[in-house]
Structure formats: structure tokens, C-alpha cells
């Protein structure tokens, strides 16, 4: 703990002296003395740093039953044997991988619950790597009766078959070498910026359709939602309950939607528009983006020059500096060395982060105003480093990296799912310039749909709407006021194809409701899984605290007023919820 630290806790102690005892003894206290104030750039490092698995799932055969593996310290792991094609379900097999963290109560107990199955997004995203970090924190939300499931979707990660479009890993890290470790880059970067988009799209297509042995066109959301009711009957229950993220909505509403009846809970949270997605368009993201990004001038605005380094007195003053950042980016971009890589801080650099940071304020606010505040003294390493990857290193056994999370598997999944698109440069253009019209971040989110360009004909056989349904349980459908790439609009708007569902609003910046701490919010989740009860009609939730820290409070001291005013019973969640807030970084798509 930084001696700075310990005073201002010693003088909070002061002022508090009946609750010392609770920041010395809690495990809030405990966690804390291990962390530093303010999250710094690794706390939104990319989904693509890949460590190696601490757990050989090699030495799980895949089988029609579930059966369950011990797995990493405390985990249970399992292999499910799924049809590749349910139309075809004598041919090939898919294995689903899938770890669980196990109710409180033992199963033989009337309390038990059943199994959540959890979906973190992307499309694309590793539900497994996703439990394996957050899953716990989850578990205190909906509470100690339940399993909580995480699975990899087919072709994502450890799931088989996978996405590939490269034979090697080198081969893919030469198209991704890039010190983001993702492809994109701002379509206004350059006269020629959406240009070279469209090239690089139209290259994954085809590598995609070549590289294909016959599996690709297997991997979507129809497939998964059937694989999704397969782990809960092979679970020994009828019914789904569920929790999906992100593109987890679109999984969520397929799944309500093709099998009505066969609903226990689904919550969908950072809801996303079905139709458009189905449809590869991709227009209906970035109606609140402008919303998100002013929460960070006035937070900035109102944390004052201690609680932000990029302060100003006005938003616009500090909006000027950033369209000053822009300028002498195009103009020069900066080079950077690090102890491990290194690069060019650019303007596309510059917009990505940004961009990224809009997602997670609690998380990244801070760590961004920081980094912007030294780009405008001249030192672009901090903003370099905050989404630094380590530069590629050749395996000495690849089988070490055979379940390995990339980009594809999202580009894959959407590709497929939705309906084929134009392969013409000039139809792209069209696109980019209506979605110009409606948002400062076309430039970015452009590249959502270009690996769709030339993707391979596949048959669009499988479900792609329509979004209607009378479920055996309502859903409960949660956005968020300033959601940078799910508008609450949307949540809105799916609600209405779902019979009886309600729509709960949680007034915050950020992408999906546990970007921001609100106990309000995650009671009405929890409340929702165990007594089923849906929130009243329109009702909104606040949040516990703000991105940046309040003038003089630093991030900790706030959590720790947070937390200290409310009940011993409710602690555990209030700290999970700020956890979760602190470190929560879904991607969408996982290939920007
Ligand atoms: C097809 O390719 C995928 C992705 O590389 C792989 O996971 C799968 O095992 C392959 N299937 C067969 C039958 O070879
Ligand atoms: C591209 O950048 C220029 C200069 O920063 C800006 O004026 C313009 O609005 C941007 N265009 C789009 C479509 O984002
Ligand atoms: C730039 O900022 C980084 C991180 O804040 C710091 O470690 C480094 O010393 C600074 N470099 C220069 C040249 O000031
Ligand atoms: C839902 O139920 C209502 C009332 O029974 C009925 O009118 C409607 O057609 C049903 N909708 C669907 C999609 O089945």
C-alpha cells in the first residue's frame, strides 16, 4: 500500500472510527492493499493476450452425457458431444467446452437452483475464459443457489471444431501486427483509409472460404442456441436460465425466440437490435456513442484538476485538446518504445482508445485522461501502453496453443449468421457515408462488417428471425442510458417482440450494466433469477459512484464509502459489483 494511501485511510478511519475495524478486516481490505488506486492501462489489455491454459483440455474426451472434470483450483470442467449439423445429427460431432462454478448449496439441497448459462459477447467471446476470471463475482449476484456455466459458443476457442483463416500462427500474427493487436484502424485515418479496409475485408473472405474443410458454415447462433438446450437437458433441467452480454442479446433473443417454451430466466444486458444484426448491417450501434464520450468531458469537468489530469474548466475546452491530439497525430504520428514492444502511436491509435475506453468507463476514465494528458505534453508511451500486447513469439510446441481465442471465430459468427453483403467497394462506401451521417465514430465501427465482404456463399438456412415470441417466462431486458455501441433504444425495441418482458434502465455510461457499480441494478437481476420477479415498468436504476474520483476522495475512498453505507448483508455484492466495474471489458465486436 502506498504510504499516501495508508494516510488517507488512517484519516478516513479517523472519521469513521466504528467502521475501522471493517476496512481492516474485510476482505475488501485485504483485496485492496494489493491494488493501486487508479486501474491502470492492463486492466483494459486486449481479450487477445492469450497465456497459456492452465488446464489440459485434451484430457477431457468429449461425451454425450455431461460429465463433470475437476478443473483449474476449484472449478468443474466438461466436453460436451453436440451434433455439428442438427439437421445431419448421425454425421460429425462439435464439442462444447464449458466450466461451471458450483452453487453454494449441494445439489441434493431444495434450494438449489440449476445451472445459469452465461454468455460474455463478441460474437466470438470465451465464455469459459470469461467464468474463469468474473464468474465468481457473478455468483455473488445471482446468488449462492445457483451453478453458474460458462461455455465457449462452437468454433470459439476451446470448443471444436474452430475458426481458422490461417494455417499458422505466424501467418496470423503478420495480419494482425499491429500494436493493438487488432487490424483496424480509423477509415478517415487516410484518403485511402476505408479503401484498405475493404482490401483486408475482402482478403479474410477469401482466406475464410479456402482455409474451410466443411465446418465453417456450421458455426452460428441457430447452432448455439440448440448446443445452449442441449447443456441444459444433458444438466438434467428443462429450462434455460440464462445471462447473456453484448452480442449475448442477439444469442439470448435467437434462443427465446426458436424455443419459446423452453424459457426459465433470460436476462439480455447491453442489448443489441436482432434485425440489424441478422441483417450484417450494423447501423444501429452508435445512437448513444456521443452520450458516452460527453460523460467523460463532464466527469472530467466535475472530478476537478485532482481527480483529472486532462482538466479544463469547460467540456468544449477539453474537446479542443483532443481535436488538437488528432491534428498533430495525422501529422506526426509518435514513436514509442517500451520494455517489451514497440510502435507508432498514430491517429488511428489515438481513436481506438478512445473508443475501446467509452466501454468501460469505471475501468478506463482515469487511466484514458491520464494518457491524453500526456500525449498533450508530448509523451505518447502511456496511451501506447494501454493496450499493449506482447509481441509474437513462435510457440516451441503448438499444440500448446491449439485452443487459442482469436478474432475469427466473431468474424465467423457473424458472417454467418447474417445475410450476405455486397462485395463492392462503392456499396461499402455507401454504407460508411450514411453511417458518417449519424455518428462521429463511423470511422471505427466501419470495420465491424468488412470480413463480411467476400465471405463464402453459404446456404442461409438456419434462423434469422422473426424476434417475437410468448416465452414460458418473460424476459428481462437491461440498458444501459449511455451505452456506447448498445443503445437503450434497442433494448426497447426487443423488448416489445417478447411478450410480458421488462425493460430495466440503468442510468450510467458504458457498455452492458456491469461496466457501472449499481446495487440497484444487480438486485433486480438477482431478485429476477430467485423469486422471479420482473422490475416495474420503467424503472431506473442509479449507480454507486462515479468514473472519475469525487474532489478529494480517490477511487479507493470512494468505493470504501460506497461500500461502508450499506448493510453487512449486502457488502459481498457491493464489493463484487465494483470488482466487476473495475475490471469488466466486453468486447463487441471481439474484432474491433
Ligand atoms: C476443420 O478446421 C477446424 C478449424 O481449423 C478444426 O478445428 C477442425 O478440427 C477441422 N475439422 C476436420 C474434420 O478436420
Ligand atoms: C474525418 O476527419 C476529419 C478531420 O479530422 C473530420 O473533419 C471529418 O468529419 C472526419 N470524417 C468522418 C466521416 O469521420
Ligand atoms: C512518459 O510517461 C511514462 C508513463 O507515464 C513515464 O514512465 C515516462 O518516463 C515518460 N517519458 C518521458 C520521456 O517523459
Ligand atoms: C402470443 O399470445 C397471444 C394471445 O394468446 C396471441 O394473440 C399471439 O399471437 C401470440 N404470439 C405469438 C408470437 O405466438
Known amino acids: 500500500m502506498p504510504v499516501g494511501r495508508l494516510t488517507r485511510t488512517a484519516i478516513f478511519c479517523l472519521s469513521f472510527i466504528a467502521?475501522?475495524?471493517?476496512?481492516?478486516?474485510?476482505?475488501?481490505?485485504?483485496?485492496?492493499?494489493?491494488?493501486?488506486d487508479i486501474p491502470d492501462a492492463s486492466s483494459i489489455a486486449p481479450l487477445k493476450t492469450f497465456s497459456k491454459d492452465k488446464f489440459l483440455w485434451d484430457s477431457i474426451s468429449p461425451s454425450d452425457d455431461l460429465v463433470w472434470h475437476d478443473c483449474y483450483s476449484n472449478n468443474q470442467c466438461a466436453r460436451l458431444k453436440v451434433p455439428l449439423d442438427y439437421k445431419n445429427p448421425d454425421a460429425a460431432s462439435a464439442a462444447i467446452a464449458m466450466v461451471r462454478i458450483h452453487s453454494h448449496?449441494?445439489?441434493?439441497?431444495?434450494?438449489?437452483?440449476?445451472?445459469?448459462?452465461?454468455?460474455?459477447?463478441?460474437?466470438?467471446?470465451?465464455?469459459?475464459?470469461?467464468?474463469?476470471?468474473?464468474?465468481?463475482?457473478?455468483?455473488?449476484?445471482?446468488?449462492?443457489?445457483?451453478?453458474?456455466?460458462g461455455f465457449d459458443p462452437r468454433g470459439v476457442a476451446r470448443s471444436t471444431p474452430g475458426v481458422s483463416f490461417y494455417k499458422t500462427r505466424a501467418e496470423r500474427a503478420l495480419r494482425f501486427d499491429t500494436p493493438d493487436g487488432t487490424r483496424v484502424f480509423s477509415a478517415n485515418a487516410s484518403a485511402d483509409g476505408l479503401s484498405r479496409g475493404w482490401a483486408l475485408g475482402t482478403l479474410d473472405g477469401q482466406l475464410a472460404g479456402e482455409r474451410d474443410n466443411g465446418s465453417l458454415r456450421f458455426i452460428n447462433s441457430d447452432h448455439t442456441s440448440r448446443d445452449m438446450l442441449r447443456i441444459v437437458e444433458a444438466?438434467?433441467?428443462?429450462?434455460?436460465?440464462?445471462?447473456?452480454?453484448?452480442?449475448?442479446?442477439?444469442?439470448?433473443?435467437?434462443?427465446?425466440?426458436?424455443?419459446?417454451?423452453?424459457?426459465?430466466?433470460?436476462?439480455?444486458?447491453?442489448?443489441?437490435?436482432?434485425?440489424?444484426?441478422?441483417?450484417?448491417?450494423w447501423s444501429k450501434n452508435l445512437y448513444d456513442t456521443d452520450k458516452t464520450w460527453m460523460s467523460f468531458l463532464n466527469g472530467c469537468v466535475d472530478a476537478g484538476p485532482s481527480g483529472c489530469p486532462l482538466f479544463a474548466p469547460t467540456a468544449a475546452e477539453i474537446s479542443a485538446k483532443i481535436d488538437d491530439l488528432y491534428v498533430s497525430l495525422r501529422a506526426r504520428p509518435i514513436p514509442v518504445r517500451t520494455e517489451t514492444s514497440s510502435g507508432i502511436v498514430d491517429f488511428s491509435m489515438l481513436r481506438m482508445r478512445i473508443f475501446r475506453a467509452l466501454y468501460s468507463p469505471y475501468a478506463a476514465f482515469p487511466a484514458l485522461a491520464q494518457a491524453l494528458a500526456d500525449l498533450s505534453n508530448g509523451n505518447a508511451t502511456t496511451l501506447f501502453k494501454m493496450g499493449e500486447v506482447p509481441p509474437f513469439?513462435?510457440?516451441?510446441?503448438?499444440?500448446?496453443?491449439?485452443?487459442?481465442?482469436?478474432?475469427?471465430?466473431?468474424?465467423?459468427?457473424?458472417?454467418?449468421?447474417?445475410?450476405?453483403?455486397?462485395?463492392?467497394?462503392?456499396?461499402?462506401?455507401?454504407?460508411?457515408?450514411?453511417?458518417?451521417?449519424?455518428?462521429?465514430?463511423?470511422?471505427?465501427?466501419?470495420?465491424?462488417?468488412?470480413?463480411?465482404?467476400?465471405?463464402?456463399?453459404?446456404?442461409?438456412?438456419?434462423?434469422?428471425?422473426?424476434?417475437?415470441?410468448?416465452?414460458?417466462?418473460?424476459?428481462?431486458?437491461v440498458g444501459n442510458t449511455a451505452d456506447p455501441v448498445t443503445p437503450l433504444w434497442a433494448a426497447k425495441k426487443m423488448s416489445k417482440g417478447f411478450a410480458g418482458s421488462a425493460v430495466l434502465t440503468q442510468d450510467s455510461p458504458g457498455h452492458c450494466s456491469l461496466s457501472a457499480p449499481s446495487m440497484c441494478t444487480q438486485k433486480h437481476i438477482r431478485r429476477y433469477f430467485f423469486d422471479g420477479i420482473l422490475p416495474a415498468a420503467d424503472t431506473v436504476c442509479n449507480v454507486d459512484g462515479t468514473p472519475f474520483p469525487s474532489p478529494g476522495l480517490d477511487n479507493v475512498d470512494q468505493q470504501a464509502q460506497a461500500i461502508l453505507s450499506v448493510s453487512e448483508a449486502d457488502r459481498n455484492l457491493m464489493e463484487a459489483v465494483w470488482e466487476l466495474a473495475r475490471t469488466f471489458d466486453v468486447r463487441f465486436p471481439t474484432f474491433v
Not at 475501522?20 to 494489493?34: G, I, Q
Not at 449441494?106 to 437452483?113: F, I, L, V
Open 235 to 281: 444438466d438434467g433441467f428443462e429450462k434455460l436460465q440464462y445471462w447473456g452480454f453484448s452480442y449475448g442479446s442477439v444469442l439470448g433473443a435467437t434462443f427465446a425466440a426458436m424455443f419459446p417454451d423452453k424459457v426459465g430466466r433470460l436476462v439480455i444486458d447491453g442489448v443489441m437490435d436482432s434485425e440489424d444484426y441478422y441483417a450484417t448491417e
Open 105 to 149: 448449496v449441494s445439489h441434493d439441497s431444495p434450494s438449489y437452483r440449476g445451472p445459469v448459462l452465461v454468455n460474455p459477447g463478441g460474437p466470438g467471446g470465451s465464455g469459459v475464459s470469461f467464468i474463469l476470471s468474473r464468474g465468481a463475482h457473478l455468483s455473488t449476484i445471482v446468488g449462492p443457489e445457483f451453478d453458474i456455466i
Open 393 to 477: 513469439e513462435c510457440a516451441c510446441d503448438a499444440s500448446e496453443y491449439k485452443y487459442e481465442d482469436h478474432a475469427e471465430a466473431g468474424a465467423a459468427i457473424a458472417c454467418n449468421d447474417g445475410n450476405q453483403i455486397s462485395p463492392k467497394y462503392e456499396d461499402l462506401l455507401v454504407h460508411y457515408e450514411k453511417l458518417s451521417k449519424g455518428s462521429d465514430w463511423a470511422d471505427i465501427w466501419e470495420s465491424a462488417r468488412m470480413t463480411c465482404l467476400a465471405w463464402p456463399e453459404f446456404p442461409k438456412d438456419h434462423f434469422q428471425g422473426p424476434f417475437i415470441a410468448n416465452t414460458s417466462f418473460p424476459l428481462l431486458v
Open 19 to 36: 467502521l475501522c475495524y471493517l476496512l481492516e478486516h474485510s476482505s475488501y481490505a485485504r483485496y485492496y492493499r494489493l491494488q493501486d
